[in-house]
């Protein structure tokens, strides 16, 4: 295979932090690369200067089908026929995938340059289509669910690819698609693999790495570390490249005393996608949530939060929550991650510190003010603690790498001590180090008495950490998985999938 793309020596220093030092890379004619690392570890940095959007430090060479390369320029990317899906997805959130589309290609006018409406959404209906996403192109983007948000995305980047489109870059495509539109995507991905098209991804998943990826970059505190066949890897030596030394997850053992009264109740809860669902989670027990999208997984704890309404009880240590009113619910010590963070949660102009305090900032007051000392000593214990990338609590937070910033928002909910804590998708775009110390926290928020609700779409991630695991279907709890009932030989997590398989026939994709 001939290497279109080569990268010598590229770097990039920010104010206070080398994000990228002395990257050797390529890329060959129709393979698919993966590029992975932890949290900070430079992935998207060398996406954005290939994209033009960062600046490289000088002493780089670059040369794209054996010709120099001016790496930092959008143009020269664009007409090399580099194409890119950043990590935020860069959608222009307020109008329809119809428009997003457009924005980037340019609509098709008639007389009077007059936009051809009808044309236009039978365009992105079909670029949609193609990808195997059947979606409705015409509501704002922002109602759409994470999957077709994704598929937008790269429909965007590869509407003109009847013209030359050598490379696509997706910096981590996967993070918040549940393993069904994972698949679809890398269907998509082999139909551009097989008309000779490059595609370089980025992953925190590594089984996608083995699974679709002909070779893998690692990178390590912004140097690469390797570029290896995947053929000549296997899980336990690329996770050792990636953290830089084995990588154990702890086996639980939890003492749950079934005759205490339950610190979560949820009875005959009824909200969007949700039909009368109940059940209980005791203190010191973690309770996970299995389903397929649109199966009342990804509604439930956005439910019980009061971001999205609901009818029906909620009650914590026995005292009815109050529907829709999200800080009477952290007052009564219910604390909630929402999926979605960067999304969600993240305050992007304020400090890493501000985001850490933001939810209980009494805690650090002396008297009436304000006590930004001990404000900063907490959010360094929280650095510290969840191993977070960056130059300090003072950083503004959008300075931080994905995976870090949803470390910090990790760290908010965790502080406040809760009686019930919320966790959906907890280490969506974490990475697999980052991972093991999040599921140690929840280990120790469970010792300290809180009741969990996990609701994830990986299921390994559920049998590490739950004691029973509910599946949903169509809004309602079809099946329990215990992690001490089932048979010998399978695994929590295979059980957890067989359930799902089960059901997911049934399911119509949204
Ligand atoms: N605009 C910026 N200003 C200052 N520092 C930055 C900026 N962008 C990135 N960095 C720093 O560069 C480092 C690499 O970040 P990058 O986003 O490339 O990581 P990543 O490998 O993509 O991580 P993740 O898996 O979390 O997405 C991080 O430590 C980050 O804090
Ligand atoms: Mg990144």
Not at 124 to 133: C, I, N
Not at 258 to 280: K, N, T, W
Not at 390 to 404: D, H, M, Q, R
Request: hydrophobic fraction near 45%.
């Amino acid at each position: 295979m001939s290497k279109i793309l080569q990268i010598w020596s590229l770097s990039k220093t920010f104010p206070g932090q080398v994000a990228l030092h002395e990257a050797t890379f390529d890329v060959e004619e129709g393979e698919v690369h993966a590029l992975v690392g932890q949290n900070g570890s430079g992935k998207s940095t060398l996406i954005k200067v290939l994209a033009g959007f960062h600046q490289p430090d000088p002493g780089h060479h670059v040369t794209m089908r054996d010709e120099a390369f001016d790496i930092g320029n959008a143009q020269a990317a664009q007409a090399a026929g580099i194409r890119f899906v950043h990590q935020d997805l860069g959608l222009v959130e307020a109008v329809s995938a119809v428009e997003n589309l457009a924005l980037g290609f340019g609509y098709r006018t008639g007389f009077g340059r007059r936009i051809k409406w009808r044309e236009e959404t039978k365009r992105a209906k079909q670029a949609l289509l193609d990808l195997g996403f059947d979606i409705n192109v015409r509501v704002p983007v922002a109602a759409l669910g994470g999957a077709a948000r994704t598929g937008v995305a790269i429909a965007r980047a590869l509407q003109d690819a009847d013209q030359n489109i050598s490379i696509l870059i997706l910096d981590e495509p996967t993070a918040s698609l549940p393993g069904a539109d994972v698949d679809r995507l890398f269907e998509a991905v082999r139909r551009l693999k097989a008309r000779g098209i490059s595609v370089v991804f980025v992953s925190h998943h590594l089984e996608e790495v083995f699974e679709i990826a002909d070779r893998v970059t690692v990178l390590r505190d912004a140097k690469v570390v390797a570029t290896k066949n995947t053929s000549e890897l296997d899980m336990a030596s690329l996770i050792e490249l990636i953290v830089g030394h084995k990588v154990t997850a702890a086996s639980i053992d939890r003492q749950i005393d079934q005759s205490a009264a339950p610190r979560l109740e949820v009875r005959g809860l009824i909200g969007m996608g949700l039909s009368d669902v109940s059940f209980e989670v005791r203190p010191g027990e973690v309770l996970g949530v299995a389903g397929l999208t649109g199966s009342g997984r990804d509604t439930l704890i956005p439910s019980l939060s009061g971001a999205i309404d609901r009818l029906g009880d909620v009650l914590v240590d026995g005292a009815p929550l109050k529907a829709g009113d999200p800080s009477t619910s952290i007052a009564s010590g219910l604390a909630f991650v929402p999926a979605d963070r960067l999304r969600n949660g993240i305050i992007s102009l304020m400090s890493v510190r501000s985001n850490t305090t933001l939810a209980d900032v009494k805690r650090n007051k002396t008297g009436l003010r304000l006590n930004h000392k001990k404000e900063k000593a907490e959010t360094n214990d929280w650095i510290r603690s969840l191993s977070v990338v960056t130059t300090g609590s003072e950083a503004p937070i959008s300075t931080l790498s994905g995976g870090n910033q949803q470390k910090v928002m990790m760290s908010r909910s965790f502080r406040l001590n809760p009686k019930v804590l919320l966790l959906d998708e907890p280490t969506q775009g974490v990475d697999i180090g980052a991972k093991e110390e999040i599921h140690t926290f929840v280990d120790s928020a469970a010792a300290s008495g809180s009741a969990v609700l996990v609701a994830s779409t990986d299921s390994a991630e559920l049998a590490r950490l739950c004691d029973r695991v509910i599946v949903m279907h169509k809004g309602a709890i079809v099946d329990t998985v215990l992690r001490n009932g089932g048979s010998g030989a399978s695994s929590m997590a295979e059980r957890i999938d067989q359930v799902l398989l089960a059901g997911s026939s049934l399911v119509a994709h949204n």
